[in-house]
């Protein structure tokens, strides 16, 4: 019988090496795996490459992955924001490298890993720094920018409800980069918020097949503050 | 010199967004556009982070923090809209799936560079987002912006010196002073605040504005 679900959130992140790529879902805090997160700060290891719209928000998620020291390079369209001290000091003190990638073209990298694609032409970015030494095509007229794939040996995301071989649904505007980054690297974890019966979850309504998802991790809901 | 407040400017743009427009509006000045929307049309809102049929900020205590706008502020869904991932979204603006987006601006060509993402600090930590995808991405993009800086320089400019955003993607340009419309052709004005006379525009923007053929007062 196949079972996605582990019992928590350290098994699921126990075998990530130190130096290993890492995707990590959520736009600001929606759809961030913050338990996930926490449990790969628990493991201790270092050097990761993380790839994430924003260089983390407040004390939580990827902004305390680079609090703790553990972030090599991020890879993401919008590191800079009111509540980034956390990468803006270590980016500062020159501890961490930043690809900066426009969000589109983020979404099209990470999409290109998992459909299988070679490279794209995106004309987002033609003509910026962005696309400095990059490789140009006219196509039909007009000008696109050769970008690469983004593969990661793990993806973190978070997702509302799942089945034991893996369907995801997601919640609201928490769904952002879970469905691409799922399909994009070798092994997805997703933090849930609640494990439904295999066959419950509607077929038409599944946003993830559970081909893209290797382990699910039932969070419990945080009770409600007293 | 006469000029539109941030509200004036918030309702003329409105009022060129068309019954079933599907629109994208950019952080900061051009988010008050939602405001100001004629009731009696159905246009579509879109928010880079995966949501079409944005509705306003939630009342007070019915906050979801996942349900937010590229701002990250929390807004509602209004019935019909729908939810969606990230490469579906950029899809519908690299696309050409939106008609309309409406953006700020640092500096503006009469040609239609854009810059908007990065002043050129060398000091500053970048961020880009979405700029450079909604830029180049829907069928018009718009600017509004003040039309000159604190300093009085003109934010319209023959050349942008600030770092491009992307190159010849702005049709119009809503200011406090003037609507102007861009092109290879340049940069014509087709309607100026009470007041101001395409030459003293010409003058504090040093460009040799063309004058639309009927020139309306807004």
């Known amino acids: 019988m196949i079972d996605k679900l582990l019992e928590t959130t350290f098994d699921a992140v126990a075998d990530i090496p130190a130096g290993a790529s890492v995707m990590i879902g959520g736009f600001g805090t929606a759809g961030m795996p913050d338990q996930l997160i926490d449990a790969l700060i628990g493991r201790g290891i270092g050097d990761l490459t993380i790839i994430s719209n924003n260089a983390g928000n407040g004390e939580t998620g990827v902004a305390a992955l680079i609090k703790a020291d553990r972030v090599r390079k991020i890879i993401c369209s919008f590191p800079r924001q009111p509540d980034s001290h956390h990468f803006d000091a ?67 995301i978070k997702a509302h409800k799942a089945d034991r071989w893996g369907n995801l649904v997601y919640r609201k505007t928490a769904r952002n980069f879970g469905p691409i980054m799922a399909m994009a690297a070798k092994c997805t974890i997703a933090q849930i918020s609640e494990v439904v019966p295999l066959g419950t979850l509607d077929p038409e309504a599944i946003v993830t097949p559970g081909i893209f998802v290797q382990r699910v991790v039932e969070i419990a809901a945080a009770a409600p503050a007293a | 010199m006469n000029r539109m407040n ?125 700029a450079m995808d909604l830029a180049i991405g829907a069928k018009q993009t718009f600017v509004m912006m003040e039309l000159l800086t604190k300093q009085g320089d003109s934010k319209l400019v023959e050349k942008c010196t600030y770092p491009i955003t992307g190159l010849a993607c702005v049709s119009r340009i809503y200011s406090d002073l003037a609507v102007i419309d861009l092109g290879p052709g340049g940069a014509k004005v087709i309607e100026l605040v009470d007041g101001l006379s395409i030459d003293a525009l010409r003058a504090v923007t040093g460009l040799p504005l063309i004058e639309a053929a009927r020139l309306p007062r807004s």
């Not at chain 1, 501890?95 to 990298?109: D, H």
């Not at chain 1, 003509?127 to 973190?156: C, F, M, N, S």
């Not at chain 2, 008609?99 to 970048?126: E, K, M």
């Open chain 1, 90 to 156: 270590a980016f500062r003190a020159g501890k961490i490298e930043l690809e900066l990638v426009p969000q589109g073209n983020l979404a099209a990298r990470i999409h290109a890993a998992g459909a299988g694609l070679g490279a794209i032409f995106t004309p987002t970015g033609y003509g910026t720094l962005l696309a400095q030494g990059k490789e140009t095509r006219e196509i039909d007229g007009r000008p696109y920018v050769l970008e690469y794939p983004l593969h990661a040996d793990v993806a973190l």
């Open chain 2, 6 to 130: 941030r509200e004036q400017m918030a309702r003329r743009v409105a009022q060129d967004i068309p019954e079933g427009a599907y629109v994208n509006l950019g952080i900061g000045l051009p988010t008050g556009v939602a405001d100001f929307l004629p009731a009696d049309r159905e246009i579509f809102l879109q928010s880079e982070n995966g949501l079409l049929g944005m509705g306003p900020a939630p009342a007070a205590g019915d906050e979801d923090p996942e349900l937010i706008n590229a701002g990250k502020q929390p807004v509602t869904l209004l019935p019909g809209g729908a939810y969606f991932h990230h490469a579906d979204s950029f899809a519908m603006m690299r696309g050409g799936h939106l008609d309309i987006c409406v953006l700020g601006a640092f500096q503006v060509s009469v040609h239609g560079d854009l810059a908007n993402w990065h002043t050129g600090d060398p000091h500053a930590i970048p961020a880009v987002g979405g």
